[in-house]
């Protein structure tokens, strides 16, 4: 796809780096807005964890800081198709987290006590009799829960699939194949290389996930980030069993029964990864410890066996919060990544905050928490 030649850079009003969930909806929420929007992807869009995650919406479990962005993006996936033209798969079946012993459910309804404290009243404490009517072959050392009744499930490639052609219809350039190999700021200009050709935006958007600290490094934000690659399994097709999506309070877990009888199976387990490549792979005793999880809580597993695994490359912060707002150190730069296994739900609200951010210079969404200099404790350029 070109869009300039070798001696002059393509113009645009804003550049966005990364074609994932986080950049599609931005270039979704600006191109709206009529704004000349160009996204350049290193990859394709959803390579990496915007397509290969667990699909799950939520705000049950998340960190206080990021509930109020969880519960308005929860807004925007309820009428999905007002805005990308599809249903993304979302499901609002529920979201569970079981208690596995007393002492988790202790865990669950301190929980539910702080978020409520909070003003939150959407994570409600369930017992033995609830539990088993929601989840009937849940394990029987399974004592009770916390239950989020109007949370779900999207297809996470599919998502990003409909966002990237979404905002290529309405008119944003999408550059696919090519990673920024350089960054400069002229006058007040981004000018971005990508090796195979020049660009030129006026205000530049950092959303390249596990990279993200790498561009940001280009334009003099030094932000900590660890690549890691997020497991995830798929077992072969059972009897249907299962409709909330489920976690357990003490472990790693996050499973869902889809339309075919397959169960995918996630929650944080990590493989290997080589962000060079850029490519991941699944570790084999993680794996078992994963797949050993599951069944333990759903027995009717035990005899089923695994159909497939992979693990999608993602970017994780030291505070697991996400990299989300203004840079510290340069003009016209915001970031949005570091999401840590957990961003593919804020996808819709994330683009709405970029673009309010990009046009309106402020946001009414409380993203203080994610400010790109706390690590620093610098303050927005």
Known sequence: MSTGNETDPAEFEIAIVGGGIQGCSAALQLAARGRRVVVVERDAPGRHASGLNAGGVRSL????????????????????????????????????????????????????????????????????????????????????????????????????????????????????????????????????????????????????????????????????????????????????????????????????????????????????????????????VEREISAQTVRDVFPLLNDVPLAWSWAGIEGLTPDGLPVLGPSPEAPNLFHAFGFSFHGFALGPIVGQILADLVLDGQTPHPIAPFAAGRFTRREAA
């Open 61 to 284: 479990g998340r960190h206080p800081a990021e509930i109020p962005l969880a519960l308005a993006s929860l807004e925007l996936w309820r009428d999905m198709a007002a805005l990308v033209g599809t249903d993304c798969g979302y499901r609002s079946c529920g979201q569970l987290r079981i208690a596995e012993s007393e002492a988790d459910m202790e865990l669950l309804e301190t929980r539910a006590a702080e978020t409520r404290a909070l003003g939150f009243g959407h994570e409600r404490p369930i017992g033995r009799n609830a539990l088993c009517d929601l989840v009937p072959e849940v394990a029987p050392t399974c004592v009770g829960g916390l239950y989020a009744a109007d949370e779900g499930a999207a297809d996470p490639m599919r998502t990003t699939s409909a966002f990237f052609e979404r905002a290529r219809d309405l008119g944003a350039t999408f550059i696919v194949g090519e990673a920024v190999t350089g960054l400069e700021r002229t006058g007040d200009a981004w000018r971005i290389a990508t090796g195979q050709r020049r660009l030129q935006a006026d205000v530049l958007i950092n959303c390249a996930g596990a990279w993200g600290a790498e561009i940001a490094a280009l334009a003099g934000d030094e932000i900590p980030l660890a690549a890691e690659a997020l497991m995830m399994l798929v077992t072969a097709p059972v009897k249907r069993f299962l409709e909330p999506v489920c976690g357990v309070a003490s472990r790693k877990l996050s499973c869902k029964q889809l339309a075919n009888g397959t169960v995918l199976v996630g929650g944080g387990h990590r493989g290997s990864v080589d962000p060079t490549v850029p490519v991941g792979w699944p570790d084999p």
